[in-house]
C-alpha cells in the first residue's frame, strides 16, 4: 500500500463505508427508516408496472436491470414473502409462487405477474 496512496486511500474510505453500514444495522431507527423507504419503493414500482408492462414502457430498460439486484437480494434474505409477494399482482400466494418458478425455469413462459416480469 506505501508504493500506492490513492489505492490506501481508497482502500480506507470503503473500510469506514463498511463500518457506517454495520454502525447503521445496530440502529433500530435507521433500520426502521430503510424498511419504510423500501416499502415505498416497491409500492412505486407495482404501480408503475400496473401501468407499463416494464418500468418505463413496454420494452426491458436500464432500470428493470437495476431492479433485479434488488429483488434477488429480498429473495436471498428469504423475505420475499414480506416484500415482493406482498406488493404483487394481488394473486393468491400459490399462483404468484407457481409463476415465479416458471419465469425462472428455461421453458419460461411470457405471461408474468408484475415484479416476476422484471425479475
Same mark, same amino acid.
Given at each position: 500500500?506505501? %508504493?500506492?496512496?490513492? /489505492?490506501?486511500s481508497v &482502500?480506507?474510505?470503503?473500510?469506514?463505508?463498511?463500518?457506517?453500514?454495520?454502525?447503521?444495522?445496530?440502529?433500530?431507527?435507521?433500520?426502521?427508516?430503510?424498511?419504510?423507504?423500501? *416499502?415505498?419503493?416497491?409500492?412505486? *414500482?407495482?404501480?408503475?408496472?400496473?401501468?407499463t408492462y &416494464? /418500468?418505463?414502457?413496454?420494452?426491458?430498460?436500464m432500470e428493470?436491470?437495476?431492479?433485479?439486484?434488488? /429483488?434477488?437480494?429480498? %429473495?436471498?434474505?428469504?423475505? %420475499?414473502?414480506? &416484500?415482493?409477494?406482498?406488493?404483487?399482482?394481488? /394473486?393468491?400466494?400459490?399462483?404468484?409462487?407457481?409463476?415465479?418458478? %416458471?419465469?425462472?425455469?428455461?421453458?419460461?413462459?411470457?405471461?408474468?405477474?408484475?415484479?416476476?416480469?422484471?425479475?
Amino acid at each position: 500500500m506505501a %508504493e500506492s496512496p490513492d /489505492l490506501a486511500s481508497v &482502500y480506507h474510505l470503503k473500510l469506514k463505508d463498511a463500518y457506517d453500514i454495520a454502525d447503521k444495522l445496530k440502529d433500530p431507527d435507521a433500520l426502521k427508516e430503510s424498511e419504510e423507504q423500501l *416499502v415505498q419503493l416497491l409500492g412505486e *414500482v407495482e404501480l408503475q408496472l400496473n401501468e407499463t408492462y &416494464y /418500468l418505463v414502457g413496454d420494452e426491458f430498460s436500464m432500470e428493470d436491470v437495476m431492479l433485479i439486484p434488488l /429483488l434477488a437480494l429480498i %429473495e436471498l434474505l428469504g423475505l %420475499e414473502v414480506d &416484500y415482493i409477494l406482498a406488493y404483487g399482482t394481488g /394473486l393468491a400466494h400459490e399462483e404468484v409462487e407457481s409463476e415465479l418458478s %416458471e419465469i425462472r425455469s428455461p421453458q419460461s413462459t411470457i405471461h408474468q405477474p408484475s415484479f416476476a416480469r422484471v425479475w
